[in-house]
C-alpha cells in the first residue's frame, strides 16, 4: 500500500441548481481513494456502520482499493445532508448525523503503518495527530486537510497537527480564518512557517494556489459547461495531488506542479455529476485528455527566443 | 496613432486598507493609455477641468501620449470617491461628482478616426456607440468595457455596442447580471453569441478568464506581497492587452494568449501602488521580468515525450 487515507465516510443528501440526490456515497476518505485509485495503491481507514451498501463496498475494491480498515459498527453510517443552491462553492448544512463517527478512533494494521504516504483528510485534529503517531515511522510524506469547525473547537490540536505535515489542503476562507489574515498570499505565508513546506489553497471554481517555500504555483479550475455537484471537489483534488506524488515518488517543484494539475483535473471530474458517479468512471484516456485541456486552457509564449515582450523605448 | 481609447479622466478619492489618498490622478482612460503606452502610440479622447493639474498632462506626454483629443472644458475634473476597505475585490462608491463628465460628448480628430485600434472604456454605451459611428473606417479591432450601471438603466444601448466589438472586457458579477446566467462559463458563452469573438472576464484577486469562439485561456493573477489600491486595475488589464496586440498587430490565438499575460503584468503593477504611482514609472526591463514570473507561476508538464502521466492499468 502506498497511500494511507483516512477520513469519513458518508451517506450524502445534496441539492444543487441541477437536482437533488438522496444519501448519495460521499465521505472525505470516498473521494480521496477512488481518486487516487487511478494512480496508486490506496488503503482506507474509516468506519461505516450497519446500513452500509455491500455494492458501495464493491464499488471501492473494483478501484483496487484496500478497505481492510474499513471498520463496520452498531449503528447508522454518517450522514450529512445540505445545498448548493445560494453559491456553488459553499454547502450550506441542513443536517450532520455523526452516528457511527461519534466513537470513531481510528486503528491501524501494520500494514497500514508501514504506508509510506499519509493523508489525513478532514477529521478531528487529535484523531489526526493519534495516526500519525501510531504509523511505524515516519511517512515520506504526510498532508492533511481540515474545516473551519476545528479551526473554531479545536485550533490548538489543529495547530499542533499542521505543525507536523508536509502539505497542508485548505479552502480559502478557513486559511484567511486560521491566520486572520485578509491578503491570501499572506494567509499563505504564515501557514508555512507554522510547519508544511507546501500550503495549497483550494479556491473554488477558481482553482488551487500552491505556495511553497521556494515557488507559486497557480492552477485554474476547468471551464465546465456546467457544474452539477461540487461534493467531494476539494478530496478529488487531493487524491489526484497525492496520488501523482505517491505513483511516482517525485515532490520536487516539478513533481508539485503536475500534481496539481492532476489534483484539478480530478476534481474537475468529480463535480461533473452527483456524488462519486463520474469520477468512478473514468478512463486512463480520459484523465489524460483532461490533463491535456489544463495544458490548452493554460499556455502561452515564453519570452524565449525572439518572442520577447513588443516594448516601445522609453 | 495605433490605438484610441475614448473614456473618463478623474481625480480619485481613495481608502483601502493600506491607507488613504485624496484626488489623485485616475479614470479608465489614464489607466489605459498609461499601460499600453509601454507598448504603443496611444492617443486619449477624454474631458478634463479647468483644476486639472499641468503635471499631469506632463505624465501623459512624458509616456509619449497623444493628448490633443482631451477637452478642457469650463468647470471641475469628474471625481470619485470610494473604499475597498471591506472586500478589496469591490468598491464602494462614497461620492461620484460627474462635473465637466456630465455634458461631455466625445469628439474626434481626423487622426483619432483613422485609428486601427479602438477601445471604448466604460462610459455611456450611446457615447461609445457615437464613437464608434465616428471612426473614418471600421478599425482592425474594437474592444469595449462596461459597469452595472450601463447594464441597469441602458441596456438596449449596450446590447447594441456589445453586438459591434471584437473584444469585451467585463467584470465577472457585471457577466452574470447582464447574461441573467451564475455559471461563468454559461455567461461567457451567452456574450460570444451576443457579437464579440472573445470575451474577457476580469475577476479581480483571481486573474482573468478569456474566452474566444475557438479556445478558452485563464490568467491567474500575481500573487502580490500586498495589494495597495486595486482602482484601475481593469483598465490597466485592457491597456496592456490591447496595447500588445496593437504592437504586433497578432490578434490569433497565441497573440491573444499573450496579450492576456501581459495585460495580467500591467494589472498586477498598478494594484501595487495608490492610483498610477507604480504603473506611470515601469522600466521594459521590470515588464519582461514580471511577465516571466506569471510564465513560472502557471508552468508545468505537458503529456510530451515522456512524461505521460502515471496511471495504473484499470
Not at 118 to 145: E, H
Not at 283 to 312: H, K, M, S
Request: proline share 4%; glycine share 10%.
Amino acid at each position: 500500500m502506498k497511500i494511507l487515507v483516512v477520513g469519513s465516510v458518508a451517506y450524502d443528501s445534496v441539492e444543487t441548481p441541477e437536482g437533488k440526490r438522496d444519501a448519495q456515497l460521499g465521505g472525505s476518505a470516498s473521494y480521496f481513494s477512488v481518486s487516487a485509485s487511478y494512480f496508486t495503491e490506496v488503503g482506507m481507514v474509516g468506519v461505516i456502520g450497519k446500513d452500509f451498501q455491500e455494492s458501495d463496498l464493491r464499488m471501492y475494491e473494483s478501484h483496487g482499493i484496500d478497505i481492510s480498515g474499513l471498520e463496520r459498527a452498531d449503528g447508522e453510517t454518517f450522514r450529512w445532508a445540505g445545498d448548493y443552491l445560494k453559491d456553488i462553492n459553499t454547502a450550506v448544512t441542513h443536517e450532520t448525523q455523526l452516528n457511527v463517527f461519534a466513537k470513531f478512533s481510528p486503528s491501524l494494521s501494520d500494514a497500514h503503518k508501514a504506508a509510506p504516504y499519509l493523508f489525513l483528510a478532514n477529521i478531528d485534529p487529535t484523531l489526526q495527530l493519534k495516526v500519525l503517531g501510531d504509523m511505524s515511522s515516519r511517512p515520506k510524506i504526510v498532508a492533511c486537510d481540515t474545516m473551519n469547525l476545528w479551526i473554531d473547537i479545536s485550533r490548538s490540536a489543529l495547530t499542533e497537527l499542521i505543525g507536523k505535515v508536509d502539505i497542508l489542503t485548505i479552502n480559502e476562507g478557513e486559511a484567511r480564518q486560521f491566520t486572520d489574515q485578509h491578503h491570501l498570499p499572506t494567509a499563505a505565508g504564515r501557514l508555512l512557517k507554522s510547519g508544511p513546506s507546501t500550503v495549497v489553497i483550494k479556491r473554488g471554481e477558481y482553482g488551487a494556489a500552491l505556495f511553497n517555500e521556494s515557488f507559486n504555483f497557480a492552477a485554474p479550475a476547468y471551464p465546465l459547461a456546467s457544474v452539477v455537484d461540487p461534493t467531494g471537489a476539494g478530496d478529488s483534488f487531493a487524491g489526484g495531488f497525492m496520488g501523482c506524488i505517491a505513483a511516482t515518488g517525485d515532490a520536487s517543484e516539478e513533481g508539485l506542479r503536475r500534481a496539481a494539475i492532476v489534483g484539478s483535473t480530478m476534481a474537475s471530474f468529480a463535480v461533473e455529476a452527483f456524488g462519486l458517479d463520474r469520477i468512478s468512471n473514468l478512463t486512463g484516456a480520459e484523465i489524460e485528455q483532461r490533463y491535456q485541456a489544463f495544458v490548452d486552457l493554460t499556455r502561452f509564449q515564453t519570452l524565449a527566443g525572439n518572442n520577447g515582450l513588443p516594448l516601445l523605448e522609453k
